[in-house]
């Protein structure tokens, strides 16, 4: 039997205990984890600048290191984060609904857990601490695919976490990394269907397509954020400048960031200019249309440079950098049309005051979240008051937008009866 | 580009405009949907009448053959089931959550549509009906891949729902069907990421697992059913056989009926004479395990000629037919792990008056129902009150037991502000 096969039978035998547990033996082990990843501080980060020595070697980049590296006060931090989870309210047992049936069964809908919650993500050390966490809280076994990179420190912050789970109560394998190195384990990850409840990819792009395309196993697509705001005619004037800079600008390298600017043609030559100038003057690179770039040429020569024309595929581009493709509409059946075409299904605002504008986008706008004179970077489990983010689903299918710890459960029927038969 | 690209594509365009029917409009249109089938019936019937002399020809066995059957009776009462959909809440525009988060953007989490539901079926050509009718009051565009054995039947049915739901006010191409016949299609319709929300396989075991392995579009998996009564050492007596019989004998061909009993050795002697009898009595093959067997001895010889032993793969299959497993255990420990390791994870009851038992085989048995001293033939949207069924999940995500309407809906976030930026 291959190492996956046998961890994931393991899990599976572990998930039937995890989901016997009450909250007060998940929140005592989740403080358990948290004491040991502080108190094996040593190891991990000797395991770490292992990784980190393999990393620079190979030429890593320095964002790749830098999400790679752990020092004291990360793991702290990390560690916190585990205590964090500890204050939330228990996403196991809650009545979803419930009624007495005609023929006097009673039914009830309680929230379980997943069972088997496998997850493959990259280069990350806090994943897998966070990952542990959200499992361990809402009564899941969980299997970890870490990227090659951080093998070591995956393998010592597994190896630690998993122990102090078992020693503070919780059952053998309830946590195991999978040590197979070579793509073979993750193929054979994605083909376990029926022993696997849940696979959740975290990371690029790549990744995801990767496993959504592959896997035979149920999968949450996370992800991909090609995000619009929609300067509509009857916008706020003062709401403008704030929400496109913040929107792009807070942070360019997020999914909930902007990539495009959609205006109204009609209101582009009084906001235009200012836009254009205040974005180029933060070093942002303009892909404009046609109509946009003629708004360049009263800026001074270093700005301008940073206007370029747009081509089609800018309509569609994730930058994730200091980007933005801008787009002059005819109103707001194109900027609709156009989200709904080009965009990621993620986040998308739109800039009115007009009652019916807000309510067609918000209505016909075909995204996970959609907002009204506000900013695209509120997508987050934090921002929404989850407490805790597993990731930000853009499928349809079970989980929608920011996910909390609600997404690893699943409903169960309950139905008592005195001796009823149809 | 291909017929399914192009089908998918439109079903895109006009799934936009399916959300935004309101509840009037999509009633309205389900009613003209019933209508129309009555006015086309001598189409519709001809052109069933073709599909059967085929089968007839072909050799078709008589199950599958009044399956595809239709008639002047059976098609009123397709019609009237459409007319039964009209009268269900509007899953729709239900507020799921909401709240004002602590910066004063007023967020709601509101019901939606799916977008494209695409369902692959077998030779059913009341679930073209089906489908289309539940699709059509959950706002969402439909393609449907039926079996090749109907597909004069469902070519015909799909034409004149289609036609009376545009005649109605529906966008175009909001119901299309497939009319490719080879396999491609069927491939083709599952690796449509983006343009396909959700498949939904019915039909045959064979066809949901090839769908659900091969499939890159997210699919809800409906089916199998390895049910189980558990017999615990405390059961009323009173309960025992009425619910064995029912459990097994009302319906032996669907999901829902039991294909394994397990009983508490102690009480074997007690119940199992009465129970093999009464089995063996109605026509039941019994695979029957050591000491179950001996309980055959006393039975009349055309009887006892019904009870075999039971080998280790009977633990695992679904009959849906006349035949069950009966295996005697030490108690529930051993109840709960059979259960677990064999079962489906689908529907699954204990007869016991002991609280404890009880309680723990409900928190314990991984399956979508759970029963306590009931029959396990409950386990239908009907019965639950849900109106309509679009199938009974076996998986965790998005839904698992039976589905209604919400099944086709998914959630969307609507966040309203004031310029509020992070």
New interface residues.
């Given amino acids: 039997m291959s190492e996956v096969v046998d961890k994931a039978m393991k899990a599976r035998e572990a ?2 205990k995890m ?2 547990l009450g909250l007060i033996e998940r929140n005592n082990a989740l403080n358990a984890l948290a004491d040991a990843l502080v108190k094996e501080e040593d190891y991990i980060l000797q395991e770490n600048a292992l990784d980190m020595d393999a990393a620079l070697n190979a030429g890593t980049d320095a964002a790749l290191l830098d999400r790679l590296a752990l020092d004291s006060g990360r793991l702290a931090k990390i560690a916190a984060g585990l205590r964090d989870i500890v204050a939330l309210a228990d996403p196991l047992g809650r009545v979803i609904s419930g ?1 007495t ?3 006097g ?1 009673l ?1 009830r ?1 309680v929230s379980v857990p ?2 088997v919650v496998a997850m493959i993500y990259e280069a990350r050390p806090d994943v897998t601490v966070d990952a542990a966490g959200l499992c361990l809280k809402s009564g899941n076994a969980v299997i970890l695919r870490g990227g090659s990179m951080a093998f070591r420190s995956n393998t010592a912050l597994t190896k630690v976490l998993a122990q102090a789970g078992q020693d503070s109560g919780l059952p053998d394998c309830w946590l195991q990394s999978v040590e197979t190195t070579d793509r073979s384990a993750t193929t054979e990850l994605m083909s376990l ?1 029926g022993l696997i ?2 696979l959740i990819p975290r990371g690029s792009g790549s990744l995801i397509k990767s496993v ?2 592959n896997s ?1 196993v ?3 697509e996370t992800g991909e954020g090609n995000c619009h705001v929609y300067i509509h005619s009857a916008a ?1 004037a ?2 403008i400048l ?2 496109v ?3 792009k600008l ?1 942070r360019p390298g997020v999914c909930n960031a902007i990539e495009s600017l959609l205006i109204d043609s009609e209101v582009a030559s009084a906001y235009l200019p200012s836009i254009i100038d205040a974005l180029t003057d933060e070093g942002v690179l303009v892909h404009a249309d046609e109509q946009a770039m003629a708004f360049a040429a009263s800026l001074p020569e270093s700005q301008r440079a940073l206007v370029v024309e747009a081509a089609e595929e800018d309509w569609s581009t994730e930058y994730l950098a200091l980007e933005i493709a801008i787009k002059c509409v005819s109103g707001l059946d194109e900027a609709i049309n156009h989200i ?1 075409t080009y965009g990621s299904h993620h986040s998308d605002s739109i800039l009115s005051q007009d009652y019916d504008a ?1 309510q067609r986008f ?3 706008v ?10 695209t ?3 987050d489990g934090g ?3 989850f407490g805790a983010e597993i990731g930000i689903s853009t ?4 989980a ?3 996910m909390g710890l609600a997404a690893l459960t ?13």
Wanted: net charge neutral; aromatic share 8%; proline share 4%.
């Fill in positions: 998930s039937h989901a016997r009624t049936l005609y023929n069964i039914m809908q997943m069972g269907h409840d849940l959504v395309e035979k149920p999968v949450i706020e003062a709401y704030p929400i800079l913040n929107a807070q709904n807000v918000l209505l016909e075909d995204s996970a979240v959609v907002y009204a004179n506000a900013s970077r509120f997508t921002e929404f008051g499928q349809k299918l079970h929608r937008g920011p699943t409903g169960k029927y309950i139905l008592e009866g005195t001796g009823q038969v149809r």
